[in-house]
């Protein structure tokens, strides 16, 4: 075996021990959801959410007038 091969499976052992400290809280997260028996990406209450979309449309913001540019100054 060369070095080469040492050092190549130092490095995929290093990305798979990232990738798995990265992610690990989004695979519990999953596992919460699988367990509970929910879809992944939807939510648990979904008359909430469409209450919520509903309500936002009501209660949209109002948008604060344009800046006027200021006229010339009057001196007395």
């Known amino acids: ?3 080469n091969f040492i050092t190549g499976a130092a490095v995929i052992a290093v990305g798979v ?3 798995y400290y990265t992610f690990q809280p989004a695979f519990q997260e999953l596992a919460i959801q699988r367990a509970h028996g ?3 990406g ?4 979904t008359s909430a959410s ?3 979309a509903n309500s936002s449309a009501i ?3 109002v948008q604060a007038p344009a800046p006027v540019a200021p ?6």
């Open 1 to 3: 075996m060369s070095r």
């Open 38 to 40: 929910n879809q992944p």
């Open 50 to 52: 469409k209450q919520n």
């Open 42 to 45: 939807s939510s648990p209450d």
């Open 59 to 61: 209660n949209a913001p």
């Open 71 to 76: 006229g010339p100054e009057k001196s007395n």
């Open 17 to 19: 021990f990232t990738g």
